[in-house]
């Protein structure tokens, strides 16, 4: 739990301007586009999360906990572009989760709201269908039941597997869908839950001096707390970076439904841990622990989901609040490196975004792209083009 004050350790970073043009993001969004046009025959194949020297291996929608952002970059592109085939590909997508709910595949833990948050809650938010608006109802319900009545958080697994009674920082991204089906249906156990969990992310990941834990265990018989630990970090105390993003950007979305304003102080200490562990350009390592010249690989996945948090909290902030200021200037200089120097220009490479580091001490997906890497650059984009834009969380 957040117990110390976080100052902001380099001011000068985050105090000066940066001038985004509208020029520059449309630029930006050409690339993107254009790349995501260049493999028009492959629009409706899902992928799994990472690319392997570059290149995307095709799956059908099974059990990655990446499909929805597959379906969300469509819904994105579409946005972004009004090109037809990116709405066609995605109502295609869509038909896909239907069979995959009824079976369950890949739906027995936390990870139920990533995939039908940017996929199926976008579909009935973009296009008004009533049949996607019944499944991710039903998704939620289902997300529910995978909860811990004694200590109030959704659990990684469902069932009796000791490694399930853990709450994890990814955990935040999988909240919206609890958030959003409370508002819609109108029932407030979704919401009670929602905030139960996000006020024991705080809690148990949220450490002393806003670093995180990327899972927490609970004692599988007793459900008392045990300790954190890393499965994607360095090591058990250091700080996974992409793990932390998630709640740079959970936190507005759960601010953007409850106003909650104790989110605004651990929202803080989160952030300025972040901000205090940047490179010079303003992308990270894969883990937080690793500084300017470690010559890590770095995580701008990590980079393009804090943008999105930090533009989110920006819109609820007062003009004259001083991290307003902050949270504005970091996102730009983010959202500017991310451009600059992560953008994929290469033809001969799939992804939108390059530079991501999907799970380290897996061998897995270094220095590559990934699925949630090229949605959330791609959210950050739109953002920054229609700053009205409608969330899909
Ligand atoms: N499991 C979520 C992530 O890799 O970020």
């Not at 949270?327 to 033809?347: E, G, V």
């Amino acid at each position: 739990m957040l117990t110390e004050k976080i100052e902001l350790l380099k001011p000068n970073m985050y105090k000066t301007p940066v001038n985004i043009t509208s020029s520059f993001i449309d630029a930006a969004i050409e690339v993107a586009i254009n790349k995501l046009l260049e493999n028009r025959d492959r629009l409706t194949t899902f992928t799994p999360p990472e690319t392997i020297n570059y290149k995307y291996e095709k799956r059908d929608n099974d059990v990655e906990w990446t499909s929805g952002l597959n379906t969300g970059v469509l819904w994105l592109a579409w946005e972004l572009s009004g090109e037809r085939c990116f709405y066609d590909a995605a109502k295609a997508q869509i038909k896909t989760y239907f069979p995959r709910f009824e079976k369950k595949t890949g739906l027995m833990n936390h990870d139920v709201g990533f995939i039908f948050t940017p996929s199926v809650v976008a579909d009935y938010k973009l296009t008004g269908d009533r049949s996607s608006r019944e499944l991710a109802l039903a998704a939620a319900e289902h997300l529910s039941t995978c909860w811990s009545e004694k200590v109030g958080y959704v659990r990684r697994g469902m069932g009796t597997w000791p490694g399930g009674y853990r709450t994890l920082v990814d955990t935040m991204m999988n909240i919206p869908l609890l958030l959003w089906a409370g508002k819609e249906s109108g029932n407030d156990e979704y919401t009670k839950k929602a905030i139960s969990h996000y006020n024991n992310t705080a809690k148990y990941l949220v450490r002393a001096d806003g670093s995180t834990y990327h899972h927490f265990q609970f004692d599988p018989q007793t459900e008392e707390p045990v300790g954190g630990l890393t499965l994607q970090g360095f090591s058990d105390e250091s700080c996974w970076s992409r793990g932390h993003s998630w709640l740079v950007y959970g936190y507005p979305i759960a601010y953007s439904y409850t106003k909650d304003e104790s989110i605004l102080d651990v929202y803080r200490g989160v952030t300025y841990h972040l901000l205090n562990n940047l490179p010079s350009d303003y992308i990270p390592y894969w883990d937080l622990i690793f500084g300017e010249g470690s010559g890590q690989p770095r995580d701008a996945s990590a980079a393009a989901v804090s943008v999105c948090g930090l533009l989110e909290m920006c819109k609820y902030l007062d003009d004259g609040d001083s991290d307003k200021e902050i949270y504005r200037n970091a996102a730009d200089k983010m959202m500017k490196s991310l451009i600059q120097k992560c953008a994929n220009l290469d033809s001969e490479r799939d992804g939108l975004l390059a530079h991501v580091t999907h799970a380290l001490p897996q061998g897995r997906g270094i220095d590559e792209s990934a699925i949630y890497g090229d949605y959330f650059y791609l959210e950050a984009l739109l953002r920054y083009k229609n700053p009205d834009w409608k969330m899909y969380w």
